[in-house]
T-cell receptor, first 115, second 110 residues
Framework: KAGVTQTPRYLIKTRGQQVTLSCSPISGHRSVSWYQQTPGQGLQFLFEYFSETQRNKGNFPGRFSGRQFSNSRSEMNVSTLELGDSALYLC??????????????FGPGTRLTVT | KNQVEQSPQSLIILEGKNCTLQCNYTVSPFSNLRWYKQDTGRGPVSLTIMTFSENTKSNGRYTATLDADTKQSSLHITASQLSDSASYICVVSASYKLIFGSGTRLLVRP
């Protein structure tokens, strides 16, 4: 079974631009979560989608948005990029939404650098 | 406030030695606790998941313990190998959200 895939793996953008990251979950998984990881803040939860609906959202500004398609693939978008948005963006998929002991599988991440 | 604290922040050990990483949490309501291993530049990989009723769980050379009364967990690595060099992240699930610790960076030296 193929793992979680994220594209692109690396991205360099300029302040003020917008960016779209893509995540393909493991086949059969309906839940996709997004995380931001920086050296200073560690892993922080962005949002979670289940069956095309956003079920949970972290404490990030509205510049961060996402969506999920009917095939469970998900995209996240960051508008008006700031230098502080430079981070590793991780996507994770699971079969069910937050049931006890559900297993979450992470992708390799997209390294975003904002200059 | 829901928080997960890990110690130490970093650790250096010699290959073959054992080590224990700590995780303290103030999270309510508690659902489960997970330990992840993250190699540099890669996504985290799950090592163990423990629910309230589980005290110990092993995955090869990794053994996690959970004391729900004191809200503490530990991850014990036995006979460390160079490939154990990574960040180890403690994550607590509460109210359908995951709360992440800042991780312990482990370096295993030959």
């Amino acid at each position: 079974k193929a793992g979680v895939t994220q594209t692109p793996r690396y991205l360099i953008k300029t302040r003020g631009q917008q960016v779209t990251l893509s995540c393909s979950p493991i086949s059969g998984h309906r839940s996709v979560s997004w995380y931001q990881q920086t050296p200073g803040q560690g892993l922080q939860f962005l949002f979670e989608y289940f069956s095309e609906t956003q079920r949970n959202k972290g404490n990030f500004p509205g510049r961060f948005s996402g969506r999920q398609f009917s095939n469970s693939r998900s995209e996240m978008n960051v508008s008006t990029l700031e230098l502080g948005d430079s981070a590793l963006y991780l996507c994770a998929s699971s079969q069910r939404q937050y049931e006890e002991s559900y297993e979450q599988y992470f992708g390799p991440g997209t390294r975003l650098t904002v200059t | 406030k829901n928080q997960v604290e890990q110690s130490p922040q970093s650790l250096i050990i010699l290959e073959g030695k054992n080590c224990t990483l700590q995780c303290n949490y103030t999270v309510s309501p508690f659902s489960n606790l997970r330990w992840y291993k993250q190699d540099t530049g890669r996504g985290p990989v799950s090592l163990t998941i423990m629910t309230f009723s589980e005290n110990t769980k092993s995955n090869g050379r990794y053994t996690a313990t959970l004391d729900a009364d004191t809200k503490q967990s530990s991850l014990h690595i036995t006979a460390s190998q160079l490939s154990d060099s990574a960040s180890y992240i403690c994550v607590v699930s509460a109210s359908y959200k995951l709360i992440f610790g800042s991780g312990t960076r482990l370096l295993v030296r030959p």
